[in-house]
């Protein structure tokens, strides 16, 4: 391999997802952990992202690959980076799940996913988090369960998911109006989707949706609204709601509708899950009235306790390298430990979905962003 070659291949990034999978037993709070014969090694479930494949998907999937459990994404996780052993780095997104409930829509509307042989994971085991530390055999594993700890002590694990979706690409209102026989309300009310980048987004966010599992599906009555949501809706066997007050027109006339639809939504904890899917978000709440989970502190309370000497990571020439996170999730390994306190304020009790916001994908079908809300200061 030539030099040039070499050096390329140093700046390119491989790109994975897995999740920490969590459930409570007892008073005890347990993960799911697997073993990889062919490096003997525990670690979390996770695997490489496919091409047209969200990291949110991938990680569905690969939990589902290796362990046979289907997974309902929460919290999200600290990324991981490493170099791998042909010189290019591996960046590693994670998210908190838990096993997704019987007979749920989001799973039904995922594609099937062929199991792991053997030779690739030959042990999957529930284990306590004191167990589970020593278990694991790299350093960043651990710090995502010392993420994982924070959040639960913190009540901050058992919650619900609400998912806000833009509407996909639409035709252009000067095309769509161009005979100019119809009035302004139903030219916006039947203006369609694109036939390529607007469909082809909507059919994208199908398996987004279903790694969330949203349960629900609220929409704007506009064409191009109820057309984006459609396909989750049909592959999950959901019907379609909708709320007049989420078009655009109602929102000029009175912004109130379209914060009271929100707020309504996160006080009805219909099965685990939501999504809300307006053509113009509640704009005005910016100002703090739908609550926001703030910034995590500086240092977390993780406290990894004795642990067994790193092994040699066989992924990497220099073993495992040490995860680049963000600094205001780092670990104080010496930090007290708080009392776990119980959720307060209506989603007190919600069943065990984080609160997330997916804010749209606007331009890029596999990049939606998401924002975390702390149901305690929901009020």
């Known amino acids: 391999m030539s030099p040039s070659s070499k050096k390329n291949r140093s700046r390119e990034t491989v790109k994975a997802a897995g999740a920490l999978v969590w459930r409570e037993n007892g008073k005890h709070l347990e993960v799911l952990l697997v073993h990889r014969p062919r490096y003997d090694d525990w670690s979390i479930p996770k695997g490489k992202v496919e091409p047209c494949e969200s990291v949110r998907t991938c990680a569905v999937r690969e939990v589902a690959e290796e362990t046979g459990v289907q997974v309902i994404l929460g919290q999200p996780l600290s990324r991981v980076h490493y170099k791998i052993a042909d010189g290019s780095r591996k960046e590693v997104h994670y998210w908190a799940a838990r096993?997704?409930?019987?007979?749920?829509?989001?799973?039904?509307?995922?594609?099937?996913?062929?199991?792991?042989?053997?030779?690739?994971?030959?042990?999957?085991?529930?284990?306590?988090?004191?167990q589970a530390r020593k278990r694991l055999t790299y350093s960043y594993d651990r710090d995502l369960l010392g993420e994982l700890v924070d959040l639960w002590e913190d009540g901050k694990l058992d919650t619900w998911t609400l998912v806000l979706v833009r509407h996909g690409r639409a035709v252009k209102r000067s095309v769509w109006n161009r005979p100019k026989e119809r009035d302004k309300e139903t030219d916006e009310a039947t203006r369609p989707l694109t036939h390529d980048q607007g469909e082809t987004r909507a059919r994208a966010l199908v398996p987004i949706l279903a790694a969330y599992g949203v349960g629900r599906v609220l929409t704007s009555p506009w064409k191009r609204c109820v057309?984006?949501?459609?396909?989750?809706?049909?592959?999950?066997?959901?019907?379609?709601?909708?709320?007049?007050?989420?078009?655009?027109?109602?929102?000029?006339?009175?912004?109130?509708?379209?914060?009271?639809?929100?707020?309504?939504?996160?006080?009805?904890?219909?099965?685990?899950?939501?999504?809300?899917?307006?053509?113009?978000?509640?704009?005005?709440?910016?100002?703090?009235?739908?609550?926001?989970?703030?910034?995590?502190?500086?240092?977390?309370?993780?406290?990894?306790?004795?642990?067994?000497?790193?092994?040699?990571?066989?992924?990497?020439?220099?073993?495992?390298?040490?995860?680049?996170?963000?600094?205001?999730?780092?670990?104080?390994?010496?930090?007290?430990?708080?009392?776990?306190?119980?959720?307060?304020?209506?989603?007190?009790?919600?069943?065990?979905?984080?609160?997330?916001?997916?804010?749209?994908?606007?331009?890029?079908?596999?990049?939606?962003?998401?924002?975390?809300?702390?149901?305690?200061?929901?009020?």
């Not at 040699?312 to 390994?333: K, V, Y």
């Open 99 to 130: 096993v997704a409930p019987e007979a749920s829509a989001a799973v039904a509307a995922r594609c099937t996913v062929k199991p792991a042989s053997t030779k690739e994971i030959d042990a999957v085991e529930w284990l306590r988090v004191s």
């Open 227 to 379: 057309d984006t949501v459609a396909p989750y809706a049909a592959a999950a066997g959901l019907d379609l709601e909708t709320a007049g007050a989420l078009t655009e027109m109602a929102h000029a006339e009175s912004p109130k509708g379209v914060r009271s639809v929100v707020k309504k939504v996160l006080r009805v904890r219909e099965g685990a899950d939501g999504a809300v899917h307006p053509p113009a978000r509640p704009a005005h709440d910016h100002g703090g009235r739908l609550p926001v989970r703030p910034r995590p502190a500086p240092a977390l309370r993780a406290r990894p306790g004795p642990l067994a000497q790193d092994r040699r990571d066989p992924r990497g020439p220099h073993g495992p390298p040490p995860p680049r996170q963000d600094p205001r999730r780092r670990h104080r390994e010496a930090a007290p430990r708080p009392v776990r306190r119980p959720l307060t304020g209506p989603l007190a009790g919600a069943p065990g979905l984080p609160v997330t916001v997916l804010i749209g994908i606007v331009y890029q079908p596999f990049t939606p962003v998401t924002r975390n809300l702390h149901p305690g200061r929901l009020s």
